[in-house]
């Protein structure tokens, strides 16, 4: 199907900019959401783990995390290793994160709204297998 890309990246910008218009009151952006989704879903990680998860140089996940550190939603402690330190969510961390999460399932669901459960089930598996071709 040619377009398919085209389409993809017509939908992407979108959601980003609502994305970060929505974190923008937490002083977030869609890039330090995802620093702080990971800890949600991991408790704790190091910055090479928040790295390889998103593919992302770990300079780039560094620079988020004291951006993060500055604004209180994070701790850091030294890891296993001297050379890594571990990152966990601080309490108000957790808190903004719950206050976004729910901004941020509103927005999905007005986003999808209309459209069959089963469609956006099938949208979501396209979606996996479409990375697992692309890594």
């Not at 937490?26 to 995802?34: A, G, K, V």
């Not at 709204?113 to 956006?120: C, K, R």
Request: with cysteine; charged share 20%.
């Amino acid at each position: 199907m040619q377009g398919f890309f085209r389409y993809y990246l017509s939908l992407y910008r979108p959601v980003i900019q609502a994305l970060n218009q929505l974190l923008h009151p937490y002083d977030l952006s869609h890039s330090l959401w995802q620093v702080m989704f990971y800890l949600h879903e991991h408790k704790q990680a190091s910055l090479v783990e928040i790295s390889a998860y998103y593919g992302i140089e770990k300079p780039g996940i560094t620079r988020r995390v004291q951006r993060l550190e500055e604004l209180g939603y994070l701790t850091s402690a030294p890891g296993n290793d001297r050379r890594e330190k571990s990152i966990a969510l601080t309490a108000e961390g957790q808190r903004i994160y719950s206050e976004c999460r729910q901004q941020i399932t509103a927005l999905e669901q007005r986003v999808t709204a209309g459209i069959a459960t089963e469609q956006l089930e099938q949208t979501v598996t396209v979606f996996q297998q479409l990375l697992g071709n692309i890594k």
